[in-house]
């Protein structure tokens, strides 16, 4: 068995136990591509894996292009003049942060006729230097969102504040699964909780996450 299929194998069995320990629920996990070159994604592709995330456009158009049998994640943050790159091509973006990024995709999305499947990202830890809605506005931008025709909300997506120690973690992914099980809106279907990466996935999973995004785990430490 060689590294990339004995560390799935690995990750897939944390991430079942995980889940056993937490409410049982059924995990998705996305693997990052993030400097990945083709010949290993094809390798994953033959292992099973069917959901791949990208947090860079550029990089991530030869892929898509590439490998169209996949589901692919857009997982970073996502500038307005890019989007029209992104619309049709990710199954799934996670990084819905702000008002004019929802406008800018609804309107894409009119202009291609198609419709943007998207997470809305919270900064649980409320730190200045990341993305995010904050907590507190999370509803009030469900609202808003949830007008817009193209746009079909399936969840939220968070990043927290790194930690040395996973356990520092767990009060926000927490948080995140109260607001997740706690929100209401009509028109929008709370399904994906997306939270946990290499470093603390179990964690995430322990409390609530039913997707992750594990990159470094799978494939190994690559250049930024």
Not at 35 to 57: D, H, K, S, W
Not at 69 to 92: A, D, M, P, S
Not at 101 to 117: D, F, N, T, W, Y
Request: aromatic residues 6%; positive net charge.
């Amino acid at each position: 068995m060689n590294n990339l299929a004995l560390n799935l194998k690995l990750l897939k069995e944390k991430i079942a136990l995980a889940a056993a320990r937490s409410r049982g629920q059924k995990v998705e996990l996305v693997a990052v591509t993030k400097t990945v070159p083709p010949p290993v994604i094809a390798e994953a592709i033959q292992l099973g894996i069917t959901n791949f995330g990208e947090n860079r456009v550029q990089e991530a158009l030869p892929k898509v292009a590439a490998f169209p049998e996949v589901h692919w994640h857009f997982i970073g943050r996502l500038q307005t003049n890019k989007v029209r790159h992104v619309v049709g091509k990710f199954t799934l973006i996670h990084s819905l942060d702000r008002w004019k990024l929802a406008e800018a995709l609804q309107k894409e999305a009119l202009k291609q006729g198609h419709i943007v499947r998207a997470l809305v990202q919270v900064n649980i830890g409320r730190e200045e230097q990341k993305a995010g809605v904050d907590p507190s506005e999370v509803k009030d931008f469900l609202q808003d969102v949830s007008t817009l025709s193209q746009l079909h909300i399936e969840g939220l997506m968070t990043v927290p504040p790194i930690c040395t120690n996973p356990e520092e973690v767990r009060p926000y992914f927490r948080q995140m699964y109260e607001l997740f099980t706690s929100t209401k809106i009509k028109g929008v279907q709370m399904k994906y909780l997306s939270m946990g990466m290499s470093a603390d996935y179990e964690v995430a999973v322990e409390e609530g996450a039913n997707l992750v995004r594990v990159g470094s785990l799978l494939f190994g430490q690559r250049p930024n």
